[in-house]
């Protein structure tokens, strides 16, 4: 497989500096990545890069994934117009081990001749003293060079400017890529397009200091058609880690997709094959209302980052909520995948102790939650049969919940209509 050319029919290249193609087609080479660790888990805007090292992977060649133990304690200036809060050693190490364990559920690590390896800067940088670096390093790259960065030229002309340690950052990053391409025959760097500047200051850094041959490579930043931030959502970022983002609500964005959004992202986040995809867009042309795109995307990439069992998972959740699946699908959730799938839901709690004697639906619905404004309008809408609790219409406004009405102990359902869903929960 020609690694640059999949990259291309799947519209993921941006830049590629002259050399790369004729280097990698030559046989196997070895690349990497760097990954930010400000948090434990990485995202769905880190996917395009997971996506790009896979891609080298299966084209043969041997990808390294960078987590910046190090540079995460700076603060990659590139695309931001303020200085981010650094992080303590602690807090970074106890975010790699957490993209580690993500990392290997998308690349071969055990692979022989191109396993994947994952390395953290820090590893390097711990004993590398300030004036060892300005000396070693810093003497290679003039100021101009470094000023020249768009990077640097947004800030330092903007109200915030920029620190010392920001301007520094792509030094850093250029000694990362020196480092790796002494140690690990490491030739090329990749990264999304906002990464150029970093990118080639390593490749500088190599020529200058060793006379020596690197390559840069960079991938189309993802957006979304309508001009909003991928990846970002009401509730914020879309994350990798079921704790943060449920494998249900992760399903529900991809699901979600434009169909102009569906037919860019089949090609960047799925390893489905050109054939593959054309066949899918031709379904999706025939007959948008039934979201083709949309459901082949959400599978396959639910799949490969939360399994099978959590893909059926959130099938079912999207039967419960859409559909007509019963209310004895929630006994197969824990408590807070309960609270998951419910979220954005009003939710009301009541104690459980009330239970026991029962309190009749008019008293549930609209005094001790607020579910209706007034038992009034309550009493009229379950009269009209449009009602439910648990999945159950409400026969009369004096019918009694108890105890045993909870699903897990814990929750009542509450529907007006099909879709308004309310949430109850005993305490």
Request: with cysteine; hydrophobic share 40%.
């Amino acid at each position: 497989m020609n690694f640059v050319e999949e990259l291309r029919w799947r519209g993921m290249l941006h830049d590629i500096m002259p050399g790369t193609e004729e280097l990698l087609n030559k046989g196997m080479a070895s690349g990497y990545i760097g990954f930010d660790p400000t948090a434990d888990s990485l995202h769905v805007g880190s996917l395009a890069q997971i996506m790009t090292l896979i891609h080298f992977q299966r084209s043969g060649h041997k990808p390294y994934a960078l987590v910046g133990g190090a540079t995460g304690m700076v603060g990659d200036p590139s695309g931001k117009s303020a200085e981010r809060n650094l992080l303590s050693e602690d807090t970074l190490q106890h975010n790699l081990n957490g993209i580690q364990k993500q990392l290997e559920k998308f690349l071969d690590f055990n692979s022989a001749a191109n396993s994947a390896e994952m390395v953290n800067n820090y590893d390097w940088f711990k004993e590398f003293s300030f004036l060892n670096f300005i000396r070693d390093v810093g003497k290679h790259i003039t100021v101009n060079y470094m000023m020249a960065k768009d990077s640097v030229k947004n800030r330092i002309s903007g109200d915030t400017g920029m620190s010392f340690t920001e301007f520094t950052y792509q030094l850093v990053q250029g000694y990362d890529f020196y480092y790796l391409w002494k140690n690990k025959n490491c030739v090329l760097q990749m990264g999304g397009s906002d990464q150029w500047g970093n990118i080639v200051t390593g490749t500088e850094l190599i020529r200058r200091k060793d006379a020596g041959e690197a390559y840069a490579l960079t991938t189309q930043l993802i957006k979304k058609s309508d001009g909003t931030k991928f990846g970002k959502t009401e509730g914020g970022n879309i994350w990798l880690d079921p704790e943060k983002t449920s494998p249900y609500k992760f399903y529900q964005f991809w699901l979600n997709t434009s169909d102009a959004d569906a037919k860019t992202y089949i090609r960047i986040f799925t390893l489905f094959d050109q054939d593959t995809i054309i066949a899918l867009e031709t379904e999706q042309d025939a007959a948008p209302h039934l979201r083709t795109l949309q459901k082949a995307l959400a599978k396959d990439i639910t799949i490969r980052v939360h399994g099978e069992a959590e893909y059926e998972k959130a099938i079912k959740s999207s039967e419960f909520l859409f559909g007509n699946t019963g209310i004895e699908f929630l006994n197969e959730l824990n408590d807070a995948e309960v609270i998951g799938l419910f979220e954005g839901v009003p939710n009301f709690t009541i104690a459980k102790s009330e239970l026991i004697e029962g309190i009749n639906a008019t008293e549930l619905l609209a005094g001790k939650t607020a579910v209706f404004a007034s038992k009034g309008e309550a009493k009229k809408m379950i009269q009209g049969g449009g009602v439910a609790i648990n999945k159950q219409k409400i026969g009369t406004a004096d019918d009694v919940y108890q105890a045993d009405a909870l699903i897990n102990g814990k929750f009542l359902v509450a529907q007006k209509g099909k879709k308004n869903y309310f949430l109850i929960i005993a305490e």
